[in-house]
């Protein structure tokens, strides 16, 4: 029996192992990711970790000593260069494994600026990985220029740490609104009143034409006409699903390694799950890119490893800390064709409810913990909420839950 290898210490690489031993799994499985560290979270690493608030180690979604007291044989800083599909084989190392199931969690990487406009410079980064957020993490002083490209949440989080510690920040964002992929107006409008308190320069319908310096960036030229000095660049302009080990080995893809609604790939003897994945959910195929959809789907994959044939349905839900704003996010807003506000006891606080028709489809809720809650469990239920009720700040939200 040659096993189950699972390519990517991710969350969903982590999650899958860990549940197959959970489930009884008794053949060999295989680890493989190429970073030095065990598995950990992403998340923190530009907030709390970048911050200085989070050791290493508290990162770590386990201790390394896990994975050799359950039998993961775990690889790291290691990278795989080849998947034989005929022989079913991976070639990592220098050398082959073999496997009965491979399970894909390559995740995604992050959108670089070009060359040809100094993305290559010296002092111009990306948030992704532990290596990245290290290598900045002596450039956040206070008093110096920092300029953020992209007003995704990544661009934010990085602009509000950079102003807890007292930079100077200037954000750029292309379209005409920060966020506008992703949220509604309201929330825009809320999250740039939000660091304009906190002395973030958000320029909106600005590019970037070209990053300046000989070898490192001192500058940068905008889309407007204007010029900066800066001191570095942080680039949060979106990621891509990691597809490229998967598309040589001629798995199909469409925007990320296309698996069906178990997680199997065009391979019967593949699997894919978290970013790097796209499935059919409702009529459409979605590739989502969180966290609790890495676990759950990895979690998915390897029940479905050990026969169980169940459908991945996905519950989405996100998050963002920005200063001292917690964002929490249930339900997915495509399509939504009206925004119903709810106020919350305290200055600040306000949730966002998304409807498409009748349905309800979303909630946005910063520091309304119990508007997240209630949303998402009618979300997740397929349930929807009466717009007239949830706009009354008066009015007992749970009380939806029982209609």
């Not at 982590?14 to 990711?33: D, F, H, N």
């Not at 009529?283 to 890119?289: D, K, S, T, Y």
């Not at 459908?311 to 996100?318: A, D, E, L, M």
């Not at 964002?327 to 506000?341: E, F, M, S, W």
Request: net charge negative.
């Amino acid at each position: 029996m040659a096993g189950v290898v699972v390519i990517g210490a991710g969350q969903a690489g982590a999650s899958c192992v860990a549940k197959l031993r959970s489930l009884g799994y008794e053949g060999a499985i295989t680890l493989i990711g190429e970073e030095p560290v065990p598995p950990y979270q992403r998340p923190p690493l530009s907030k709390k970790y970048l911050l200085g608030e989070m050791e290493l180690e508290r990162l770590f979604l386990r201790p390394e000593s896990f994975y050799g007291e359950n039998g993961i044989d775990l690889h790291l800083n290691e990278t795989v260069t080849a998947i034989d599909r005929a022989d079913k084989v991976v070639i990592a190392g220098g050398r082959q494994i073999t496997y009965d199931d491979l399970v894909l969690t390559t995740g995604s990487v992050p959108r670089r600026l070009p060359g040809a406009i100094g993305g290559e410079l010296q002092g111009v980064y990306v948030v992704r990985d532990l290596k990245d957020v290290d290598s900045m993490a002596p450039e956040f002083e206070e008093g110096r220029h920092v300029l953020i490209v992209g007003g995704g949440y990544i661009g934010l989080e990085a602009a509000a740490v950079a102003a807890a510690k007292g930079l100077k920040v200037t954000l750029l964002e292309m379209a005409e609104r920060i966020l506008k992929r992703v949220a509604a107006k309201e929330t825009s409008d809320y999250f740039r009143a939000l660091h304009g308190q906190h002395g973030v320069d958000i320029r909106e319908g600005v590019g970037l034409e070209t990053l300046t310096g000989e070898g490192r960036v001192n500058g940068a030229r905008l889309s407007d006409g204007s010029a900066l000095d800066v001191d570095f660049v942080i680039v949060g302009v979106g990621i891509t699903p990691a597809t490229a080990l998967a598309e040589a080995a001629g798995l199909e893809i469409e925007n990320g390694i296309r698996v069906d609604e178990q997680g199997r790939s065009s391979d019967p003897h593949i699997w894919a799950a978290g970013d790097c994945a796209s499935f059919p959910w409702n009529g459409q195929r979605h590739r989502l890119e969180s966290v609790p959809n890495a676990i759950d789907m990895a979690e998915c994959v390897a029940e479905n490893i050990m026969g169980a044939g169940k459908t991945y349905v996905p519950q989405p839900w996100f998050w963002s800390d920005q200063y001292d704003v917690k964002l929490q996010i249930a339900g997915l807003n495509a399509g939504y064709d009206r925004i119903v506000t709810r106020q919350g006891e305290d200055e600040g606080h306000v949730s966002f409810w998304y409807y498409k028709g009748d349905q309800l489809l979303a909630v946005d809720a910063m520091n309304e913990p119990r508007a997240y809650m209630v949303g998402k469990r009618l979300i997740d239920a397929g349930k929807s909420a009466d717009p007239d009720v949830v706009a009354d700040p008066q009015s007992d939200l749970k009380a939806l839950l029982r209609a």
